[in-house]
């Protein structure tokens, strides 16, 4: 089952969407089967209305065990490609057959091997499933409102601080945000460096339609170094 658009958007205004990924080589990667349902299923409890995930054995088995709607991507690395977030339409046909929710990509403007730009990449995606709901992962305001004049459904501040041209902050981007907000008419997610509580509340106060974290509650490796840090320093 499929959600519809007006469906999730209504429940996840005003709250915190929950990204459960693990990738080959971290603790909680396990090659044998997904485990990431099991952190959905606690991000559920939490009262969590949507989550977001990598890999398409990770999209079916929280569908499958949460019964929310779920943002589906798939991080591939190709050769030429700067992006790796659902960068071809090979990862959007499987995303679409895996009944992903939204579909989320990169919508950076940065180099594409295929020698299409992003614009003609997401007319390319438009034409072959006119009702996929569209989640623009941007660094940059320029990139946001570039990817809405395209036609995406929503943009996410995922990528800020992780291109080499976006601003190198050691917290959330709100500047970003708070700019998005006074250009483009569809949801802003705030993504990228929330990781306390307090940062997440402060978000929302400053208007983003929802946030989502991720590291901050589903990476224990990154959440237990940021602490040695700090006891260490």
Same mark, same amino acid.
């Given at each position: 089952?499929?959600?519809?658009?007006?469906?999730?958007?209504?429940?996840?205004?005003?709250?915190?969407?929950?990204?459960? !990924?693990?990738? =080959?080589?971290? =603790?909680?990667?396990?090659?044998?089967?997904?485990?990431?349902?099991?952190? @959905?299923?606690?991000?559920?409890?939490? +009262?969590?209305?949507?989550?977001?995930?990598?890999?398409?054995?990770?999209?079916?088995?929280?569908?499958?065990?949460?019964? &929310?709607?779920?943002? +589906?991507?798939?991080? !591939?690395?190709?050769? #030429?490609?700067?992006?790796?977030?659902?960068?071809?339409?090979?990862?959007?046909?499987?995303?679409?057959?895996?009944?992903?929710?939204?579909? @989320?990509?990169?919508?950076?403007?940065?180099?594409? #091997? %295929?020698?299409?730009?992003?614009?003609?990449?997401?007319?390319?995606?438009?034409?072959?499933?006119?009702?996929? $709901?569209?989640?623009? %992962?941007?660094? *940059?305001?320029?990139?946001? $409102?570039?990817?809405?004049?395209?036609?995406? %459904?929503?943009?996410?501040?995922?990528?800020?601080?992780?291109?080499?041209?976006?601003?190198?902050?050691? +917290?959330? %981007?709100?500047?970003? $945000?708070?700019? &998005?907000?006074? *250009? $483009?008419?569809? =949801?802003?997610?705030?993504?990228?460096?929330?990781?306390?509580? !307090?940062?997440?509340?402060?978000? &929302?106060? @400053? #208007?983003?339609?929802?946030?989502?974290? +991720?590291?901050?509650?589903?990476? =224990?490796?990154?959440?237990?170094?940021?602490?040695?840090?700090?006891?260490?320093?």
């Amino acid at each position: 089952m499929r959600y519809k658009k007006e469906d999730i958007f209504k429940d996840i205004k005003g709250t915190m969407i929950i990204s459960c !990924q693990a990738l =080959p080589g971290e =603790p909680l990667y396990v090659e044998e089967k997904s485990i990431m349902y099991l952190m @959905a299923r606690a991000a559920k409890r939490a +009262g969590a209305k949507c989550i977001r995930t990598n890999s398409i054995r990770d999209v079916i088995a929280i569908k499958e065990e949460t019964n &929310l709607p779920v943002i +589906g991507l798939i991080k !591939q690395v190709y050769e #030429g490609y700067d992006s790796y977030i659902t960068p071809t339409m090979k990862e959007i046909d499987a995303l679409v057959e895996a009944e992903a929710d939204i579909v @989320a990509l990169d919508c950076t403007l940065r180099t594409r #091997g %295929d020698g299409t730009t992003i614009n003609e990449y997401i007319a390319q995606i438009k034409e072959k499933y006119p009702d996929i $709901v569209l989640m623009a %992962d941007i660094s *940059t305001y320029e990139e946001a $409102v570039n990817a809405w004049k395209c036609g995406v %459904d929503m943009i996410s501040t995922t990528m800020s601080g992780y291109t080499p041209y976006s601003p190198k902050v050691d +917290g959330p %981007d709100y500047a970003l $945000v708070k700019r &998005l907000l006074e *250009t $483009v008419d569809i =949801p802003v997610i705030a993504e990228g460096k929330i990781h306390s509580p !307090q940062q997440a509340r402060e978000m &929302l106060d @400053a #208007g983003a339609y929802a946030i989502v974290v +991720g590291g901050a509650i589903t990476r =224990p490796l990154e959440i237990a170094e940021r602490f040695m840090k700090a006891i260490n320093a």
